[in-house]
């Protein structure tokens, strides 16, 4: 297996083979807790303007996402792992935009099979590629707006590398320690950001805690790709 450690939008457009688009603050942390309460699908799109196209033809899908780490004007809900453990998802359609994760999935266009990476689904990302046995595995941090590089990112790329191949890898409280000062974590401990509660920081480093990946396929509902809860 052939793994090859890429960042920022215009790594997920090298990207090949098996894909992991990575987004820990907050994108693909969000979907996965979203996806546990209950989703049906996740539709990943680039623009407002397309989550609203969607929301017109599908009224009674949900909108999550953010632009500048806030919730767009018009949405359901913003771009918080806390706050989707309050939400109403159970069987819905959910329509996603964020500035870098959905991006991502977006432009990935040369990779064979996409799915989205974050530590709540660490465990299963690594099952679900041991068993696809793939030749080739792009892991893309995607950073801040696809453009600058952040370390939980980069950090969580190489944790499924060690992982993969059977290296050790840093404990929940190194985890926690190393990023904590890190400078996409402050957002997190700023009383003044109502839009990033300190309790995501936890929720989006917890390794492990779901049994499934999302994995990009056809949706026979929306006729578009979108991300679909995969059991490993």
């Not at 009674?60 to 792992?81: C, H, M, Q, T």
């Not at 935009?97 to 040369?110: F, L, R, S, Y």
């Not at 099952?127 to 046995?133: G, K, M």
């Not at 989006?204 to 499934?212: G, I, N």
């Amino acid at each position: 297996m052939q793994i090859h450690m890429l960042e920022l939008l215009e790594g997920a457009k090298r990207a090949v083979g098996l894909t992991v688009i990575i987004d820990v603050f907050r994108a693909f942390s969000t979907a996965a807790y979203v996806m546990e309460a209950g989703a049906r699908e996740i539709l990943p799109v680039d623009t407002v303007e397309r989550a609203f196209a969607f929301k017109r033809r599908f009224p009674g899908a949900v909108l999550i996402g953010e632009r500048g780490g806030r919730k767009v004007p018009g949405f359901d809900y913003g771009n918080s792992p806390r706050e989707m453990l309050d939400g109403n998802f159970f069987g819905k359609l959910v329509i996603q935009t964020t500035g870098a994760g959905t991006q991502g999935a977006v432009c990935a266009e040369k990779a064979h099979t996409i799915i989205g990476g974050s530590f709540p689904m660490s465990g299963a990302i690594v099952r679900y590629i041991h068993r696809q046995s793939p030749r080739e595995v792009s892991l893309v941090a995607m950073g801040t707006r696809g453009r600058i590089h952040s370390d939980e990112d980069t950090l969580f790329a190489s944790y499924l590398k060690r992982s993969l191949q059977g290296k050790r890898v840093p404990s929940q409280e190194e985890i926690h320690r190393g990023l904590r000062e890190c400078e996409s974590a402050q957002k997190f401990f700023n009383s003044d950001l109502e839009w990033a509660p300190q309790e995501d920081y936890d929720l989006c480093l917890a390794a492990d805690c779901f049994p499934f990946v999302l994995e990009l396929r056809e949706s026979s509902v929306v006729e578009e790709k979108t991300f679909q809860k995969i059991l490993v």
